[in-house]
């Protein structure tokens, strides 16, 4: 039997790591504190939010605050934003992983090409695709309209990762089923779409919280959603109540959301760790398909990319070029670029210690940290900046009106993007690489710098080019926390269509597609 002392040392033992306990793997392996602090710090950023819509959605006690959650009007708004993001998030799911098949599994002529079309939607707002199709077609507002814009726009957030994915996965698996006697779709079903399972899930999620925080699409589209009842409470009324309180409701449906996501998941591993070397999948021959397969790539290029950009060539063609105010447009232009890639490099750094510890330590905790970091996501840009004013008033007033607020803000409302780009990075590295630089001696330090930075390296960098355009694109923050005299390409562009100078409004319209373009065929082009 064990002495008193040695049990009172176990049980010491046991109370200096509960605090980690939630931490770790199956191996019973917790994650470095060179992980888990930066980790917090993210966590607790993005959820700086929260705290300011507790302090407003209290302020006149629990039971007004219940009355506006319980209220029938919020139980419609609840089910219209819940039907809305469910047809965007299927859609997206069907046109994602369907041309992810066919430019990187199948002999698709042009396959390239068919990629980067793919991933241009990504530079158009939803409210400049929202006014192409409402300009080409009125009767479209409502449903269908905000449905068919959002889709249009956020598909590219499947279709990345599960592009990816593909070209990551050996193919050996696929072979051996193939020489089983089961088809290509049969292989497909049960062999490979269950290693895409996590990319689409993730993917999904973007989707559903990019739906769930849009403004400028339901907004044009006439569509009544959460965020625009909240824009509309806060524009109303000096009572910022019912809009903290309707912002708490999103927050719920995120948390709900996320946890589910995870779920999808499961507990298998998505790395290669046998022996030899994977080779690239031997592309598919379509045979008899390969029309229907162009036909298909084709339509969804031209409703996606060809409309949009044809409808803003009739306003740049209808408006008079001597009327540009260039210099200012060079301004505005710069200004993005600069304010965007401040906001990419914050969400990257906060993102990644995140990402890892998702992806290697799928502990209570870890699934904690990673909920926080999607908790900004789903809130209207104007909650999440108003929290931020909130705070720099009573706490950090040099920041206020400043351009670090405005960073700020895009940290906390695209963390997201950067942790699962990084999450699903990092899964395809295979962690045995990390365990012998472990058994090596090396710090764990030295491991995220040496090992698993540089083997998740392309995926982060393909989630700091997608932060980089959704930057570019926010608007209703910025419009909000931008410093006095500046503007942005989104700013500009809303306050041109807001009064009614579609002609003035399409040159920043033109040129935010223009810079966004680059990024996302960049993207498009990536291969791992």
Known sequence: MASAPAEASAAAGRGRFRTFHAFRTRTGRRPPLVLLVPACVAALFALLPLGYLAVRALERGPGYAWDVVADARTLHLLGRSLGLTAVVVAASLVLGISLAWLTVRTALPGARAWSVLATLPLAVPSYVAAFAWLSAEPSVAGFGGAALALTLVSFPYVHLPVAAALRGIDPAQEEASRSLGHGPSATFLRVTLPQLRPAAAGGGLLVALYVLSDFGAVSLM????????????????????????????????????????????????????????ARPAVPL???????????????????????????????????????????????????????????????TVLALPVGVIAARHRGRGARLLEQAAYAG????????????????????????????????????????????????????????????????????????????????????????????????KELPATLLLRPTGMDTLATRLWTETGAGSFAAAAPYAAALILLAAVPSYLLGRHRT
């Open 222 to 277: 006439r569509y009544d959603t959460f965020t625009r009842a909240i824009h509309t409470s806060y524009r109303a009324s000096f009572d910022r109540t019912p809009a903290a309180a309707l912002s708490v409701v999103l927050v719920v449906m995120t948390v709900a959301l996320v946890a589910a996501e995870t779920r999808t998941r499961g507990r298998a591993g998505h790395a290669r760790t046998g022996t030899g070397t």
């Open 377 to 472: 996501h789903a809130l209207p840009g104007i909650t999440v900046a108003l929290s931020l004013v909130f705070f720099a008033v009573r706490y950090a007033y040099p920041l206020y009106q400043q351009l670090p607020l405005l960073v700020c803000a895009y940290a906390v409302l695209f963390l997201p993007v950067a942790v699962a780009a990084t999450r699903a990075a990092v899964l395809q590295a295979p962690p045995v690489l990390e365990d012998v630089a472990r058994s090596l001696g090396r710090r764990p330090w030295q491991v995220l710098r040496e090992v698993t930075v540089p083997l998740a390296a392309p995926g982060v960098a393909a989630g700091a080019a997608l932060t980089f355009v959704v930057c570019m």
């Open 285 to 347: 021959p379509l045979g008899r398909y390969r029309p229907l397969a162009l036909l298909w790539c084709g339509a969804v290029a031209a409703v996606a990319v060809v409309f949009p950009l044809g409808t803003l060539a009739y306003w740049l063609t209808a408006g008079s070029s001597a009327a540009w105010d260039l210099g200012g447009l060079a301004d505005t232009a710069w200004a993005t670029l600069g304010v965007a890639a401040a906001g990419a490099a914050l969400t």
